[in-house]
């Protein structure tokens, strides 16, 4: 797990346009809830966010842009996601079928598949997730 100043680093996506965009999300309070799979955890050996946790997110240059304090941390199976924490995903989703459906985009997707080493990786209803609400605790100012 990599750290910066003794905090994990949060990385949202993978570098470029939509990390660009969830980001600028949460450095605007819109985006204040994450999805992720256990299965990501499960092969970094990296321990699941705790309540009150502190992650410095990282943007699209590797740059420290702000930290977030997880404020609430529970694994869902992928059907169980409900209206309110696909909205406050922050990416403006209108329902949890737009939600699942951008969510099977970039986790059926060739980065995805292949930063878990899983070409035919898929998920269904039964999958298990890590469905984490934070608050921007602090806001870096850029150099």
């Known amino acids: 797990m990599r750290t910066i100043d003794g905090m994990p680093v949060a990385e949202f996506a993978f570098p470029g346009p939509v990390r ?13 809830a994450t999805a992720s799979l256990v299965r990501e955890y499960e092969l970094e050996g ?21 930290v977030i304090e997880t404020t609430e941390v529970a694994v869902v199976r992928v059907g169980d996601v409900d209206e309110q924490f696909a909205r406050d995903e922050g990416e403006g989703f209108e329902s949890v079928a737009d939600w699942r459906a951008a969510h099977e985009r970039f ?6 598949r292949a930063s878990i080493g899983e070409p035919a990786f898929t998920i269904d209803d039964r999958t298990q997730m890590v469905a ?8 870096f100012t850029s150099t």
């Open 132 to 139: 984490e609400r934070f608050r921007l605790v602090e806001r």
């Open 20 to 32: 660009d965009k969830l980001v600028a999300a949460i450095l605007s309070g819109e985006k204040t």
């Open 46 to 66: 990296s321990p699941l966010p705790q309540l009150g946790g502190r992650s410095v997110v990282v943007d699209s240059h590797e740059r420290p842009v702000g």
């Open 107 to 112: 986790w059926h997707g060739d980065e995805f």
